[in-house]
């Protein structure tokens, strides 16, 4: 980047921005060790980079950049870790060959363990508890399952729509888990906050220049002086 200011006679001055963005580098291979359990095209899968081929001239996916590099490095192990290796370690390497503007991408991973579900425990007022026990057992979090994040993180948001429809507006849903050592399995405890039942005291409509606030306050689900609901509220809008 090259910046040259000019000077005119008033004493203003305007700068003159010259960018050379280089040329792009663009991936040459991927190549995994450590990889025991999966295969290199499973891997793969998971990623948005890819090496040149056919149809990466139309989606891009062959562009190297170090972001990139790192979220899908993200991605694979986030795929270890729904599919029950909860210790995993993803390492991304990359090797530029200047002279041709190709990029050799490796990833070395230690796998771990594999962990299955241990107890599933759930800390909640009383009676929310039988229900959101069904909601984490609708998941599949339930023992001897294989362990998986993304499963504790929709439970996690099921779980928090449940009581927010319920009126609980501030409630807080944590789920924890431990690894005892020597012990392939995790144990999972969901923790609920659900704090007091909200009430809606008043819905006031800003920048209805053209539409009277009663007729917006008939098509609303959520009414005034109702339970909070996020459902009512999505829908209203």
């Known amino acids: 980047v090259t910046v040259t200011p000019t000077v005119d006679s008033s004493n203003r001055a305007s700068l003159d921005v010259s960018i050379d963005e280089g040329s792009v580098e663009k991936v040459r291979s991927i190549k995994f060790f450590g990889n025991e359990h999966f295969s290199d095209h499973k891997l793969k899968d998971q990623m948005q980079l890819a090496p040149s081929g056919l149809f990466s001239f139309f989606t891009g996916s062959d562009k190297f950049t170090k972001h990139k590099l790192l979220l899908d ?16 370690r993803v390492s991304p ?6 002279a041709n503007n190709r990029v050799d991408l490796s990833f070395a991973i230690n796998e771990g363990i594999r962990y299955k579900c241990g107890t599933v425990d759930v800390k909640a007022p009383l009676s929310a508890t039988l229900k959101i026990k069904k909601i984490v057992d609708s998941l ?34 944590e789920p924890t888990y431990s690894n005892p050592q020597g012990n392939a399995s995790s144990n999972i405890v969901f923790t ?19 539409t009277q606030g009663q007729a917006l306050r008939n098509r609303m689900v959520q009414m005034e002086g109702a339970i909070y609901s996020r459902k009512s509220i999505d829908e209203s809008v």
Not at 73 to 88: C, D, P, W
Not at 147 to 158: C, D, E, I, T
């Open 93 to 98: 390497k990359f090797t530029v060959d200047k």
């Open 140 to 173: 599949g979090i339930k023992k001897s399952a294989w362990f998986s994040r993304s499963s504790l993180l929709s439970a996690q948001k099921k779980i928090t729509d449940y009581l927010m429809n319920l009126g609980y507006a501030k409630a807080i849903v």
């Open 192 to 210: 609920v906050k659900s704090g007091k039942k909200v009430y809606i005291r008043k819905i006031i409509f800003k920048g209805n220049t053209q």
């Open 73 to 88: 490095a993200e991605r694979i192990k986030n795929f270890y870790e729904n599919n029950g290796y909860v210790m995993s």
